[in-house]
């Protein structure tokens, strides 16, 4: 033992000199190897008592006893413990490992912590559905969370000696709070929430209660209704103008505004058909195919994963993909996978237009998918489920980004847009905030 690390509180071997005479480095270098060996002894110490109490709890499972009561071998604490220690011990170390890089993703969550604040039922039952992926797609979640802000505020009462358009801000935040923490807040969220508050904090002091509640109601529709609905309108009758007879379209997962352009082309008497490209885990295609197949006449379709891509691109004339988010560097975040679809496309001369509401623009610069992602759901079907304890880790982001230069144009209700004057929108919009 004359080898190894002294102990903490022992004093120095006399062949070693004093920390007063070592240099800096040197004191950072010993006090590296003593922890060091502290975290072999200690990882030592739990493989040495989860061994024994393995053992103990197989040969002898009624020897011990809980406040009298015998424990019986059915329950079997002491074994499922030990497992999962050494479990823990044998297996966690490399997947902690593997994934640290990781660790900063958006990972999905079940609501089991304790509420913080008074959260209103709508919020609830919202962060509920967004933590299930009930509610997918960044036009659906912002409806559903400007609609829920909507129940919080007709039900919201001013407190004694209180302002609405002070008080009200503060009780907000609890709300969206918990809506964070069932699911990182999109872009749309966070633009919608802002301009909410900038409503708040400019409504008038004056106004009785109810009518200032009413008002920021109003206002919310009025969003609702001119960034994102008459957007859509206006983006439709821009793209769908640009698809011709005899096109072969090929869209990739599920965008709800590339599903209204093809259904409201079809209804125009274009004659058309679509690819369907998809992939898992959300495998959101199966959506649109329902859809686009339930016209009448159904519009023609085809239906494929991610991997037929490169033997389809050959006869597809326009790739037609929505967005998540819009960046000020002409990046374009989306579902996974469309970063593939826009550069194979760019590679076979496929023009590759993405349609976008200007409310989707976010200031920030987007270089790559790994500062900032989420990670989808894990959805396996019985027969490959993986078995509890094995060493399998699943890592599936849930978006990317599309470069700028895989992209023909951006179609916008202010008109079709190079990527490259992405950052004139909001002069565009007359430096609204968004």
Known sequence: MSDSAPKEGQPLPSSQPSQKSMSKAERRELQERQRATKAAQKQQQQNQAASSSKSKGQSTPQKKTDFGRPRSSSSAVPKDAAKDASGALDSEGPKTRGLRIFSHFGLPKTLGHQLKGDIHPAIIRLGLQFSEFKICGANARCIATLTAFKSVIQDYTTPPQNTLSRHLMTYLSPQISHLVAARPMSV?????????????????????????????????DHYIQERIIYADSVIEELAMNKIKDGDVILTYARSSLVEKILIR???????????VLDSRPLLEGKTLLRTLT??????????????????????????????????????????????????????????????????KFSESVMLDAF???????????????????????????????????????????????????????PLALGKTNL
């Not at 633009?191 to 004056?206: C, P, T, V």
């Open 188 to 220: 749309t969220m966070g633009n919608a929430i802002r301009q909410l508050k900038l409503e708040i904090s400019g409504s008038d002091i004056d106004l009785p209660e109810q009518d200032a509640k009413d008002q920021l109601c109003s206002q919310i």
């Open 294 to 359: 339930s016209t009448t006449p159904p519009i023609p379709c085809t239906y494929a994963l991610l991997p037929a891509l490169p033997s389809l691109i050959k006869e597809v004339s326009t790739v037609l993909v929505g967005a998540h988010s819009l960046h000020t560097n002409g990046a374009v975040y989306s579902r996974a996978g469309t970063a593939m679809v826009a550069m194979l496309a760019k590679e076979h001369s496929v023009p590759v237009m993405v349609c976008c509401e200007t409310y």
């Open 371 to 425: 500062g900032k992602n989420e990670l989808a759901p894990l959805k396996f079907s019985p027969s490959e489920t993986p078995k509890p304890h094995s060493n399998l880790e699943v890592l599936d982001p849930l978006y990317d980004c599309t470069p700028p230069t895989c992209i023909t144009a951006v179609v916008t209700e202010v008109g079709l847009i190079p990527p490259t004057s992405i950052s004139s929108i």
């Open 265 to 275: 082309a079809h209804a125009e008497k274009k004659r058309f058909s679509v690819i």
